[in-house]
C-alpha cells in the first residue's frame, strides 16, 4: 500500500523480557477464608508468625481442628515459606501435604484441619479487599475503635500471653456519666457525635500496644498490656480529666461530659477475660455510685 512501509519494519516494538526477578513484597498476609475465624489475618513482616489454636497464637484459630501450634510462616529473602510444626493432621498447601518446609506463592491456599487459609502478596488487589473486610468485622464503625466482639479475641490472646510470661495487664473500663439526658434533650446524633469525640479521645490517650474498644453503647474498654494498677491509675485518672476538660456542645449548647473509669489488673481471681472484666465492671459501678466523673480501683 502506498505510504506503507513493507520492507522495513518501522512499528515501535515493545521489548519483552523476564527482567529481573521481582523481588517478594516486604510483607503479606495469610486471611482465613473458611472455617472458624473467617476473614482474621495475620501479617508477615520480619518475625515469623505461627498459626494455631493457642490463643497467644499470631493467628489464633480457635477450632479443635487445628492444633495449638500447628503452622509457621516466615520471610526468607525474597521468598515466604511454611513449615508444618507436627500437627497430627499435618499442613496441606493446595492440597498437598508439606514435609518440612514449602515456599508459598501468591494464592495459596493453605489447609489446616477443617479450615481454609490463603497466603496473600501484601500489594495485591484482593489484600486490600480483605482489609476492608477485616476493618468492616473488626472496628466499630461510629468511633473507628475496635468493636466488642474484636476486643474480646484480643483480650483473651492479651490475656493468656501476660500470664504465661508473667507480665502486668491492665483493664479499664469506661461509661459515659448522665448520657441519656443528652440523648434525650439534643437528639440521638447528637448523642452520636459526643460518642465520636469521646472515642478520639480514648484512641488519642492509647499507646500502640493498648487495645482501644468500644464495648456497648457508651462503654468503651481499654486493655492495658505492661501496665499494673499504679500505671493504669494514672493513665485512667489522665484521661477522665481530657474527657471533663474537652468542649462539647450537643445541639450547639455547651455542656460537660464527664466518664466514670473502673479498673482491674491481672492477678489472684482476675486471671480470666471474664473475672477481669466482672472486676473492672464493679469497681465502674462505685465510681457510678460514688458521684460519677471518678476512676475507682478494683479491691
Ligand atoms: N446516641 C447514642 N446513644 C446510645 C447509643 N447506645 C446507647 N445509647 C444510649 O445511652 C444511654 C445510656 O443510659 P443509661 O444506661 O440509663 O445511663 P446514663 O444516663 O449514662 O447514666 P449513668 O450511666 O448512670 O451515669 C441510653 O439512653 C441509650 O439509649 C448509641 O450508639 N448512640
Given at each position: 500500500?502506498?505510504?506503507?512501509?513493507?520492507?522495513?519494519?518501522?512499528t515501535?516494538?515493545?521489548?519483552f523480557s523476564?527482567?529481573p526477578?521481582r523481588?517478594?513484597?516486604?510483607?503479606?498476609?495469610?486471611v482465613?477464608?473458611?472455617?472458624?475465624s473467617?476473614g482474621?489475618?495475620?501479617?508477615?513482616?520480619?518475625?515469623p508468625?505461627?498459626v494455631g489454636?493457642?490463643?497467644e497464637?499470631?493467628?489464633?484459630i480457635?477450632?479443635?481442628?487445628?492444633s495449638?501450634?500447628h503452622?509457621?510462616?516466615?520471610?526468607?529473602g525474597?521468598?515466604y515459606r511454611?513449615r508444618?510444626?507436627g500437627?497430627?493432621n499435618?499442613?496441606?498447601v493446595n492440597d498437598?501435604r508439606?514435609?518440612?518446609?514449602?515456599?508459598?506463592?501468591d494464592g495459596?491456599?493453605i489447609?489446616l484441619?477443617?479450615?481454609i487459609?490463603?497466603?496473600?502478596?501484601q500489594?495485591?488487589?484482593e489484600?486490600?479487599?480483605h482489609?476492608?473486610?477485616y476493618q468492616?468485622a473488626?472496628?466499630?464503625?461510629l468511633?473507628?475503635?475496635y468493636?466488642?466482639?474484636h476486643?474480646?479475641?484480643?483480650a483473651d490472646?492479651?490475656?493468656?500471653?501476660?500470664?504465661?510470661?508473667?507480665r502486668p495487664?491492665?483493664?479499664?473500663?469506661?461509661?459515659?456519666?448522665?448520657?441519656?439526658?443528652?440523648?434525650?434533650?439534643y437528639g440521638h446524633?447528637?448523642?452520636?457525635?459526643?460518642?465520636?469525640?469521646i472515642g478520639?479521645?480514648?484512641?488519642q490517650?492509647?499507646?500502640g500496644?493498648?487495645l482501644p474498644?468500644?464495648i456497648?453503647g457508651?462503654?468503651f474498654?481499654l486493655?492495658?498490656?505492661?501496665?499494673?494498677?499504679v500505671?493504669?491509675t494514672?493513665?485512667a485518672e489522665?484521661?477522665r480529666?481530657?474527657?471533663?476538660?474537652a468542649?462539647?456542645?450537643?445541639?450547639g449548647?455547651?455542656?460537660r461530659?464527664?466518664?466514670?473509669?473502673g479498673?482491674?489488673?491481672?492477678?489472684?481471681?482476675r486471671?480470666?477475660?471474664?473475672?477481669l472484666?466482672a472486676?473492672?465492671d464493679?469497681a465502674?459501678y462505685r465510681?457510678?455510685?460514688?458521684?460519677?466523673?471518678?476512676?475507682y480501683?478494683?479491691s
Amino acid at each position: 500500500m502506498p505510504g506503507m512501509d513493507t520492507d522495513h519494519d518501522t512499528t515501535q516494538r515493545t521489548a519483552f523480557s523476564d527482567g529481573p526477578l521481582r523481588p517478594a513484597p516486604r510483607s503479606a498476609c495469610v486471611v482465613v477464608i473458611h472455617g472458624e475465624s473467617l476473614g482474621r489475618r495475620a501479617d508477615i513482616g520480619d518475625a515469623p508468625i505461627v498459626v494455631g489454636r493457642a490463643p497467644e497464637s499470631d493467628l489464633s484459630i480457635p477450632h479443635r481442628s487445628v492444633s495449638r501450634e500447628h503452622c509457621r510462616i516466615w520471610r526468607d529473602g525474597n521468598a515466604y515459606r511454611i513449615r508444618d510444626l507436627g500437627a497430627t493432621n499435618g499442613t496441606r498447601v493446595n492440597d498437598c501435604r508439606i514435609q518440612g518446609d514449602a515456599a508459598l506463592a501468591d494464592g495459596d491456599q493453605i489447609t489446616l484441619g477443617e479450615c481454609i487459609l490463603k497466603f496473600i502478596s501484601q500489594d495485591s488487589v484482593e489484600a486490600q479487599y480483605h482489609e476492608e473486610i477485616y476493618q468492616l468485622a473488626t472496628h466499630d464503625a461510629l468511633t473507628e475503635l475496635y468493636n466488642r466482639r474484636h476486643f474480646t479475641e484480643m483480650a483473651d490472646k492479651e490475656i493468656a500471653r501476660a500470664i504465661r510470661h508473667a507480665r502486668p495487664l491492665a483493664l479499664c473500663i469506661l461509661d459515659v456519666d448522665l448520657f441519656k439526658p443528652v440523648n434525650d434533650r439534643y437528639g440521638h446524633n447528637s448523642g452520636d457525635e459526643v460518642l465520636r469525640r469521646i472515642g478520639a479521645l480514648v484512641r488519642q490517650h492509647a499507646r500502640g500496644e493498648d487495645l482501644p474498644a468500644r464495648i456497648g453503647g457508651e462503654e468503651f474498654a481499654l486493655l492495658l498490656p505492661e501496665c499494673d494498677l499504679v500505671a493504669a491509675t494514672a493513665f485512667a485518672e489522665r484521661l477522665r480529666e481530657a474527657v471533663a476538660a474537652a468542649a462539647f456542645a450537643p445541639g450547639g449548647e455547651p455542656r460537660r461530659i464527664t466518664v466514670s473509669i473502673g479498673i482491674a489488673a491481672l492477678g489472684f481471681g482476675r486471671d480470666s477475660r471474664s473475672t477481669l472484666m466482672a472486676a473492672a465492671d464493679a469497681a465502674l459501678y462505685r465510681a457510678k455510685s460514688e458521684g460519677r466523673n471518678r476512676v475507682y480501683v478494683d479491691s
